[in-house]
């Protein structure tokens, strides 16, 4: 493989992250903390439940026009 084409791979993988070019772990804090600290995990688990709860909200008035229309 012609160098060229290597430094092309090397670039499209730390674009892509699949295989970055330096190593990121010394830029990343303490990733062993429960979500309970991280609130951005709490934010992110909110928000799945706020859309749990709307999917539920509209499948329910869904069944119940279904219900009316059926009558």
């Keep these: 493989m012609s160098r060229q084409l290597q430094n092309i791979i090397k670039g499209m993988g730390s674009i892509l992250d699949i295989c970055p070019s330096?190593?990121?772990?010394?830029?990343?804090?303490?990733?062993?903390?429960?979500?309970q600290d991280d609130p951005f995990q709490l934010y992110a688990k909110n928000i799945g439940n706020y859309?749990?709860?709307?999917?539920?909200?509209?499948?329910?008035?869904?069944?119940?026009?279904?219900?009316?229309?059926?009558?």
Excluded: C, Q, V
């Design 51 to 71: 859309f749990r709860s709307a999917m539920s909200i509209a499948d329910d008035e869904e069944n119940k026009r279904a219900e009316a229309n059926n009558k």
């Design 22 to 35: 330096m190593g990121y772990s010394k830029y990343l804090t303490n990733i062993n903390h429960s979500p």
